[in-house]
């Protein structure tokens, strides 16, 4: 049973793959998938950081206000530069330079996060709602609400090059797949053949005897909160590339988007339990979802419901498989 | 255990990925136009997603009908769904006059042509058609009608929509530029209200806080005229004017019942069908034989037309 529940995720993912491959021949097409990997990326970058915070016992709700404030940043440094008033000039960054400065921005939110959690001891839901907003707001306050629009760069200025972080292909495969890629296969290193990953999951599983054993619990949990800021940076600034243009309102309620692939790749909310391949595949069942019942022309309406009844019949499903008295042992399963 | 996850997880991918390699996609037996609009929640959009939708099916074709929720990332992920289905052609009410552009080029880039509706995008020679009521003349019809009913003196209350959207500060222009000629009209307070009923319900409540002595108010948008109506009629407050614009079957009913005194309608049913068919001689011949930007006037709806009206149309002239 236990690795039933364990492989749920994988399953939920066949079954849904199997459904829609049968209900629409557009379905199983290199074209349809290589898309889908494509649309899948944003919220697995998302996820993947969401993932160290919630193995750590705690959550990330200002991910998505993270991701459009990079967004912002890039598009005002592309569009607008740095104007330095006393001196007179305006500072023009090429583009992995943008690209590095709103990777920074999302790193510097991730650590007021951590410092909140940590120093403050302020609980993560209020912390990191606090920093939704915040976050949310400076994206507006960037541009007063405007769009940075035709992120392309001028060749005189040297800032050309950034639509290729969200629209670049290497080997014929859109860029957002390799930074899924690659960020999954170090994420799951991290987590599963490091000290660093083991001390995440024992700061969940039990905090206090985490500290009893010598583990500096703060600086993990700080470490956590600027991981998930530098995803959600990530997911902000390929959008931004993606759509060369950079809106302030990008990002709203992904964060839900992103706990649900964690919770549906089996990583439990309460902490120490789960796994970065669990959140890679919730974020493909998510993504299925997503794009099949798009292609299968279903209402908006019914999608919505659709999704919320998958996400929530995945975990009932862990709940009935874990019994009672034992079913909340942290750590249990590992 | 979590090794077996990653390993099984890889495991399927990997079939999946493997099962696509023979697949092709069978082209559609009907030719598909995509119809992509913000969400239905709002009749309007639901109005013209329903008018496109029937049209292009009475022409013939097969659809699909998507929704962006406002969020351009969300809007590139369904032009390229609707791309791999093989869409002929797109219908779209964008997320965005910029962070659109990307995505529109890339229709036209795969061949497939793309007609605006209700919402210009910031650049030309992408979109094939971009058709929009025109909310200048709309809001100077509006204003007009303001200034009528107030007698041409008066202390009003402007509720703009929101700031970062081009209709909002188009329709305060438009509203401006005819009040401005009445010197005897005088505002009171201009604030916005996001194009929010609650906003509108609220801001309104705090405005008559400081000042009860107002004659009218002009609202950029429909939903902020009913939310501002309701807080006016709970500050006994019934017989202030109140003037919206779109058009929207509840603020028809408001007029009916006299809550709202005018609106300014917004043909959205009927610029949704003119890009359908526009869309259809465009695949057929080639061209549209109309320019690209097209804008259509809007009407003035009052208790004595309101029952003329439909959802978003004029339905007996």
């Known amino acids: 049973v236990s690795l039933l529940v364990r492989l749920r995720a994988v399953l939920a993912l066949a079954l849904l793959v199997a459904v829609f491959s049968s209900l629409t021949p557009a379905f199983l097409t290199q074209g349809n998938l290589v898309m889908l990997a494509k649309h899948v990326a944003l919220n697995a970058i998302l996820a993947l950081g969401m ?30 530069g740095l104007v330095l008033r006393p001196l007179g000039v305006v500072v023009y960054f090429s583009a992995p330079s943008v690209i590095v400065i709103g990777l920074l921005v999302g790193i510097a939110v991730g650590a007021v996060n951590g410092l909140l959690v940590v120093r403050a001891r302020v609980a993560p839901f209020i912390a990191t709602l606090g920093t939704l907003y915040v976050a949310r707001g400076a994206a507006m306050l960037v541009s007063s609400g405007a769009t940075f629009p035709n992120l392309v760069g001028r060749a005189d200025l040297g800032n050309t090059g950034f639509p290729l972080l969200g629209t670049g292909t290497l080997l014929k495969l859109p860029a957002p797949i390799w930074i899924m890629a690659a960020l999954g296969v170090v994420s799951a290193f991290v987590a599963s053949r490091t000290p660093f990953g083991r001390r995440v999951y024992a700061v969940g599983d039990n905090e206090r005897a985490a500290a009893l054993v010598g583990i500096r619990v703060a600086r993990v949990k700080l470490a956590v909160y600027v991981m998930s800021g530098f995803c959600a940076a990530l997911t ?7 759509l060369q243009a950079a809106h302030p309102a990008t990002g709203q309620t992904f964060e839900l988007s992103a706990i649900a692939a964690v919770v549906l790749g089996g990583t439990s909310l309460s902490g120490g339990r789960g796994s970065v391949g669990g959140t890679l595949v919730g974020a493909f069942v998510i993504g299925v979802l997503n794009d099949g019942l798009v292609l299968l022309g279903v209402s908006e309406f019914w999608q919505i419901v659709i999704k919320g009844i998958v996400i929530v019949a995945a975990v009932v499903v862990d709940q009935l498989a874990s019994r009672p008295g034992t079913g909340t042992a942290p750590g249990r399963q590992r | 255990m979590r090794r077996k996850v990653l390993r099984s997880g890889a495991a399927v991918l990997l079939a999946v990925l493997g099962g696509m390699a023979g697949c092709r996609s069978a082209p559609p037996a009907k030719r598909l136009v995509a119809i992509i609009t913000p969400p239905h ?71 497939v042509p793309s007609f605006l509706i209700d919402r210009e995008m910031n650049a030309t020679g992408v979109a094939t058609a971009q058709i929009v009521s025109n909310n200048y003349q709309g809001a100077t019809l509006g204003a007009q009608e303001f200034v009528r009913l107030l007698g041409e003196r008066g202390r009003y209350v402007e509720l703009v929509g929101k700031e970062s959207d081009t209709n909002a500060a188009i329709r305060s222009k438009g509203y401006g530029d005819v009040l401005r000629k009445y010197p005897d009209i005088v505002s009171v307070a201009r604030v916005s209200a996001n194009w929010s009923q609650t906003e509108a319900f609220q801001k309104m409540e705090t405005i008559l806080q400081g000042n009860r002595k107002i004659d009218g108010v002009l609202a950029g948008n429909d939903t902020m005229a009913v939310g501002a109506s309701a807080a006016l009629l709970a500050a006994g407050l019934p017989k202030v004017v109140v003037v919206g614009f779109d058009g929207s079957p509840d603020a028809l009913a408001a007029i009916r019942r006299g809550e709202i005194r005018a609106t300014v309608l917004q043909p959205a049913a009927q610029i949704a069908r003119t890009a359908v068919e526009q869309a259809d001689l465009f695949l057929r011949t080639g061209s549209t034989g109309r320019p690209e930007k097209q804008s259509v006037d809007c009407l003035l709806v009052t208790p004595e037309n309101a029952d003329r009206f439909g959802i978003f149309e004029l339905v007996r002239k």
């Not at chain 2, 009908?65 to 590139?76: E, G, M, N």
């Open chain 1, 51 to 80: 993932t160290f915070v919630v193995l750590s016992g705690g959550i990330d709700l200002s991910v998505g206000s993270i991701a459009g404030l990079a967004g912002m940043v890039a598009g005002w440094l592309i569009h607008d």
């Open chain 1, 236 to 242: 902000g600034l390929v959008i931004a590339s993606q």
């Open chain 2, 41 to 111: 929640d709002n009749p309007f959009f639901k109005a013209e997603a329903e008018a496109a939708d029937a049209a292009a099916r009475a022409l013939g074709y097969e659809t699909l009908v998507l929704s962006h929720d406002d969020d351009a990332s969300r809007q590139d992920q369904l032009v390229d769904s609707a791309l791999a289905k093989g869409a002929a052609a797109i219908v779209l009410d964008n997320a965005g006059a910029d962070a659109s552009v990307a995505a529109v080029r890339k229709a036209k880039e795969a061949g």
